[in-house]
């Protein structure tokens, strides 16, 4: 019993340390600096959100909502400040390479799409003109007509 409890203890710290250790995300120093080479612009975020639809909400969650899958490590809300704080570089970088639960993109999606992804994301910086918005729903009045004649 006692040999079984140590090993469930090792375990737990194995996997303790390996969780707190994938926290860190190192990215080179030469990836750091690298801009984006498109335009912030309307057509590379719709392109980018497009993307982030089809490979990346599905871990990451709504934009803003905080509603990511329960992965170790949590994929970060791209609204958040954490997301919004990496370099255009870094994010590049990440989205290219990958990590754990996070799939590499670099053999996936081109150049121009993973720098589009990078476009959608900048959306969400609260230092940049939000071009794609959230619209809050707006009241409309519905008229409808039935006709007792045609009913079956």
């Not at 080179?28 to 801009?35: F, G, R």
Request: glycine share 6%; charged share 20%; hydrophobic share 40%.
């Amino acid at each position: 019993m006692v040999r079984k409890l140590k090993l469930f203890f090792a375990v737990g710290l194995l996997l303790l340390v390996s969780q707190l250790k994938a926290q860190d995300w190192v990215v080179p120093e030469s990836a750091l600096s690298v801009k984006n080479p498109l335009e912030y612009n309307l057509e590379n975020v719709e392109a980018g959100k497009a993307l982030f639809l089809k490979n990346c909400k599905s871990c990451h969650g709504d934009p803003g909502k905080n509603n990511a899958l329960p992965l170790v490590p949590a994929p970060v809300d791209i609204a958040s400040e954490m997301m919004q704080n990496n370099t255009d570089g870094a994010l590049y970088y990440k989205i290219s390479k990958g990590r754990g639960t996070m799939l590499q993109f670099e053999l996936t999606l081109s150049d121009t799409e993973r720098w589009s992804l990078i476009s959608f994301i900048r959306n969400f910086n609260p230092g940049r003109e939000q071009l794609l918005l959230d619209l809050p729903p707006v009241k409309a009045n519905l008229l409808a007509s039935f006709n007792d004649d045609e009913s079956k």
